[in-house]
């Protein structure tokens, strides 16, 4: 064993990485093992593969009895249909993230407090496995276990993308940041693992950390809007007849008359950034899009894409979006270039990092002091 540890310290000062990433292979080995023998895994993965499966079946029947609708009831003529791959692929990929984050805290917010409950993470913690190397093993094997739901999915986007209507850009930076999104989750899950005593009280904490993210970021939004009563200057917005030419700008429905006025205006670009740590906004927000500030490019917006464009217009704030605001008639946040999602990436990366860093703490060994009823071995 003194030789190990030689070798270890060794290598460690020349620089190499090698029996570190090691150490994480066989934590990773071994927590995949344990979840491969389980028959519940094969159950719920089956169950979210005919669940994705009849989404995939409603959201086409739902697109051809809308078109069959419109061409027997008073379609109007002149109309093109942009085909069911795009909407199959963004309410597939919607449905995937939303139950992904339903089911990366129930993968990863036991890893570790449930080995301690056990009795066989003392057994780790006294190898030459470092807490770092448990952590980390224990974070990529609840991801790698959370992104097989991932590739179960992926026939039924195979059949969005075949159908047509989306970039090679759209597909693989939905898929990469979908990827993240879930990861993310894994590693505050595994931070909260490490910290608290209990599964159960880690899991419900972990499941509170996602409904904040994905719903609190709503409510906070919501609440901070109020509080960002303003004014802007704009002129009155003449309304007339709408007969659009293929040419014409989004908002050319309406022309700029009178002088510059005062209006009151709600600023939510101060509070924008609470939207940004939300998962789907991140995803939604990352993914290129074609240019909206031409008529015929604004008709075919899907759902991901409305979640992109409401983030940007809140972002925006009525100086990007009210009507005729300083004399300017078409809204400039169409052709905002500004991301949202960067911010909200490394907000949810700081706040994981965080967890988990509190986690590897919390491993350290010899424990100064441990909570009462801790199992230990």
Known sequence: MSSMTENREGAARRGTPGPYIVGIGHVVALELKQRLRSRGWYIMLAIWFALTGLVTWLTWASWSASNAFQRDFGGVSGTRSTGPGSLIFEVVLAFVLLFALLVAPALSANAVNGDRAGGTLAILQVTLLEPGQILWGKFFAAWAAALAFLVASTPFLVIGVALGGLTPAYILVSLVMLAVEVGIVCAIGVGISALAGRPLFSIVVTYLAVAGLVVGTLISFGLGTGLTQGTVMANNPQYRAYAPLQSEPVDAGYTCSGPLREQSA??????????????????????????????QNFTSIGAIEGISQAARQAMAGPEGTTACVNGKVQPT?????TPLWPAGLGLQLVLSGLLMWLGWRSLRTPARKLARGTRIA
């Open 266 to 295: 709600l600023h939510t670009e101060r509070v924008a950034w609470t939207l940004a740590m939300n998962p789907f906004v991140v995803v939604a927000d990352a993914i290129p899009y074609p240019d909206r500030t031409e008529r």
């Open 333 to 337: 946040y169409l052709g905002q270039k």
